[in-house]
């Protein structure tokens, strides 16, 4: 049966298009003498009004313009019948020459305007017979339309049933191809549903590909689920939406789909194990492919149902199993891709059978139809294999439980997750299901409580403090952090984290707006503790009065995460290239006279913080020693002895070393900037076409609202650099020389450095070396602009003369 159908049946769309073709004539003919007919009549219905009214038409065809005289008697003598094989025919005129006579008469870097037409629609417009963006350019006019589902059914174009393995592999790896192109951002409808048989699972016969669709269809509600959910996705990002009718089809039930991918499974591995060895090993590779999408659909799939989990802890465990498998599988398939059929070379359709690129080019996409290239297979496992990595990486975010080393989690996660928004999208979900949870069922407020304690450890939020139970106290911070929670600030920091690189920035500037009545906030709870303090001292009462006074911790938490929203905002400039290298030198200049001195500042106060109440607590602890009995008492100090050596926890040591070789990078930076500017080694823009002031204000705009930092002007900083260029060059290059050699030091001296550590090292080690030799003389009449080379660093680049 299978020898025959091969030989009988096509394996191609010709006869499908040919059989659909002769359908359109049909139904053209009938229209035209349905048209003729209307015609006729309306014919006979205006001359019946021209004969009762004198008065000539408002508006005639020639007088509107919008045509030519051959094709207004072509639509009046009614030769303009359409059908679906041939390009509609419409008013159109050739403006082809007037457009290049009017182009030429623009220099190079002007821009055409009108009211209605400027720079914002030009850039969204479509050019029109541009391949890439005109998509029906790829159409002929003798081109047949494409078959649907039924049609290719009826001639045979696609099989139903007894799939050889090799055609298995080769749709299961097409599907995989397709599904990576739409996380990609491409169209669902020009990528996945291009697959016919998505459009009718039910009525595939074969069951191994029966299974594996209806898992894809089902694959997608999920996935787009998730992303609507994490609501981090931007147009340029995903496309949500598509031809949802064919999604509606058929029901979708997620639930069922492992089992019954695991069912199809076991049903070919006992095939297998009766077949010849190299019939066994292209059948198992059908199992691999169908045992990936289980544990890959298991995975994705919990991460939808992380709402509802009574564990999240259990619930990520299980998610993380499940990736394991399929990580496992990944390398099993790729060894195996060339055992399937492969696309036709110049063909546009991922597989022979089965799809039709062009089934939806004449539908009504949500976006306008693109030039849409389809990853190719080896390519597309890579990114799955990558994508799953991330998963599990995202895991383990389950392990903070408090807000800044979640906070941390976050911003490292985004560097590396790049641009697939299905990852940025999980680790959202696995982190927080809605605003006012975190972790599964805990409260936002309840986990910022406990992100504060960990911090620095405030002792009005120690339940075993005497003064956690003072209910004035409990009513400031009850307000506090529902001020905090309405603010939506901190959580929205964390979700900003999940959006790409540019939309981050963006978002932002907006964000440091919002930290600024929090400041006041928390200024305004330390200030009342200061003030509970007095007034327990007063009354008697020395423990409330030394936890409460000099309190400085929720201010201190509050700047710590505004500082770091500026640096961020700040230095995300340089990697996203926004930057003009005149304006390097006030961009470096800001972190390193501010912002990383007060990162470093808040940091040491809060260890300072947490040293002076160990010290308290040990102080607390001699005097219940010295106060009890003699015996007991004895005893008691033997066992306390270790304590006296007990070192002091520093826990941000790390992190205020690492501030520290920032800010001598940033000085290196700044210093360096201003001795090639001053050298002439710097291209300026023209005087009459730039304003440093204006520049200067638009990139810390952002800022000016906030009262702690201060914001800076233009004018103290147009002081401090007149300041700094009163020394010479070789004065400015030794000095820049100095920050590189102590930013090195620094690095040096971390013990077991990540790879961000040995990049920077090195950025300092070179930009030393080079500030050393321009000190020198070296290339002292040569003025060219070096060149700043990013590619080890985001923020910092490696200076490299010409």
Known sequence: MHGTYASEQPTDFQAATAAAAAAAAAAAAAASASVSAMRTTAEQRDLEREQSSNEPDEWSMSECGFADSEVQRAIRGGSAAEDITQYPIH???????????????????????DMLFGLFEAMSAIEIMDPKMDVGMGFD????????????????????????????????????????????????????????????????????????CTAVRNLIVVIKNIIILAAVNEEEDFQLYGNSALLAAEKAQPSTIAGLLKEVEDELVRK?????????????????????????????????????????????????????????????????????????????????????????????????????????????????????????????????????????????????????????????????????????????????RHSVQAFN?????????????????????????????????FNQF?????????????KLAHLIENFDPLQVDAARLDSLMNQLANDRAMEGNESHATALKHSTHFSTWVLYNCFRAMLIYLMSGFELELYAVHEFLYIYWYPYEFLVGFLVSALTRTENILLAQEEYAEHQSRIQLNGGGSGSGSKNRKAA?????????????QEIVYYHALLSLCGGMYKAMGALTKDGRVRLPMSKFDNEEIRYNRRFAPFVPLTSPPPVSYAEFKSIRDHMMLNSVEELYSLAAKHFDQARNVLESIQNPEQEILDLLQIARTNFVVMNVLARGHQKDLKRQPEFDFSKHSYFPIIKLK
């Not at 120690?462 to 004035?472: L, Q, W």
């Open 91 to 113: 008013g159109w005129v050739d403006v082809t020459e007037e457009f290049h006579d009017a182009c030429s008469e623009l220099l190079p870097g002007e821009l055409a305007q």
């Open 141 to 212: 006019k003798f081109d047949l339309p494409p078959p649907s589902f039924e049609a290719a059914v009826a001639m045979g174009a696609i099989k139903l049933d007894g799939l050889e393995p090799a055609e298995l592999i080769g749709i299961f790896d097409a599907l995989f191809a397709c599904l990576v192109s739409w996380l990609e951002g491409n169209s669902m409808d020009q990528v996945l549903f291009t697959c016919l048989y998505l459009h009718a699972p039910s009525q595939i016969q074969d069951k191994a590909l029966r299974v594996f």
């Open 272 to 448: 297998c194990k009766q077949l010849t060895t190299i019939e066994n090993q292209s059948l198992m590779a059908v199992v691999h492919r169908l045992r990936f999408m289980r544990h890959l659909f298991q995975a994705i799939y919990q991460v939808e149902l992380m709402v509802g989990a009574e564990s999240a802890e259990e619930a990520v465990n299980e998610i993380y199993k499940n990736l394991n498998v399929a990580s496992e599988l990944l390398p099993l398939i790729k060894r195996t891709i060339e055992r399937g059929t492969q696309p036709v070379e110049g063909s546009e359709a991922p597989n022979p059978m089965g799809f039709s690129p062009r089934i939806h080019d004449r539908s009504q996409p949500p976006t306008f139809p693109r030039s849409i290239k389809i990853r190719e297979r080896p390519a597309s496992y890579q990114f799955l294999e990558e994508m799953v990595a991330r998963f599990k990486y995202a895991c383990k975010v389950i392990r903070y439980k408090d807000y800044y080393s979640a906070l941390n989690f976050f911003i490292e996660y985004s560097r590396k997750s790049g641009h697939c928004i299905l990852s940025r999208s999980v680790l959202q979900s696995l982190f927080s299901s809605s605003i006012r949870l975190a972790h599964g069922k805990q409260s936002m407020k309840q986990f910022l």
């Open 457 to 489: 450890s405030p002792p009005v939020l120690n339940a075993k403090h005497p003064v956690a139970n003072d209910p004035k106290v409990q009513q400031h911070l009850e307000t506090f952090f529902r001020y905090c929670i309405n603010m939506n600030t």
């Open 494 to 506: 964390i979700r900003l984290c999940g959006f790409n690189r540019a939309r981050q920035r963006d």
């Open 641 to 653: 002895k270790p304590k006296k050596n007990k070192k002091q926890q520093r826990p941000y040591r």
